[in-house]
């Protein structure tokens, strides 16, 4: 699965590289887009942050394709078995499909669904350390608002459920986005 994840994130960037290096319009009723954000991310108990980057492909109105890479900013403390613990998102990628709901020429709903994985690490004080890595079904809705025709702030929730555990993550989001 793997596999797939790097196999589709590299296609959505390998549409969307050619539009941001020349000044050809994009295919007729297609447009690109990139964002860049922060996601808070509740995760079995632990609040976790990360830096978060989508490249996308919307296809007229309605739908489209978008990739996610997240990279840990800040982890949290736990106590376990009576020894100090400190959790890290280490990294997160996953794609979606997304459907768009034009409420006006400024505001979308957004809804969007994919599968990701993601790689947590737990250490201790005494240099122990684990690191799980789980894939999961993402499910999740938002909405945007367009300043212009190139840009937009979008703020989104995000269910993360893990393939292997029963274990959850909760993600909120907001971003910064720019159409190319």
């Known amino acids: 699965m793997k596999a797939l994840i790097?196999?589709?994130?590299?296609?959505?960037?390998a549409l969307a590289i050619p539009a941001m290096a020349s000044a050809q319009t994009a295919p007729t009723g297609a447009s690109y887009y990139g964002s860049l954000g922060y996601a808070g991310a509740s995760v079995g108990g632990y609040d976790l942050g990360a830096v978060q980057g989508r490249l996308g492909v919307r296809f007229g109105e309605h739908f489209g394709v978008e990739g996610e890479l997240s990279g840990g900013t800040n982890g949290d403390k736990a106590t376990i078995g009576g020894a100090p613990v400190k959790v890290d998102l280490q990294n997160q990628a996953a794609i979606y499909g997304v459907g768009f709901l034009p409420l006006s020429p400024n505001i979308d709903l957004i809804a969007r669904v994919g599968y990701g994985e993601s790689k947590i690490k737990a250490s201790t004080v005494n240099g122990v350390s684990a690191v799980a890595d789980g894939d999961s079904w993402n499910y999740g809705v938002g909405g945007q608002y367009h300043f212009d025709d190139k840009n937009a702030v979008r703020a989104d929730y995000t269910r993360h459920d893990f393939q292997d555990s029963g274990a959850n993550a909760?993600?909120?989001?907001v971003a910064y986005v720019r159409k190319f």
Do not use: H
Not at 7 to 13: E, I, K
Not at 170 to 173: F, K, L, N, R
């Open 6 to 13: 790097a196999t589709t994130a590299s296609a959505v960037l």
């Open 170 to 173: 909760d993600v909120w989001a």
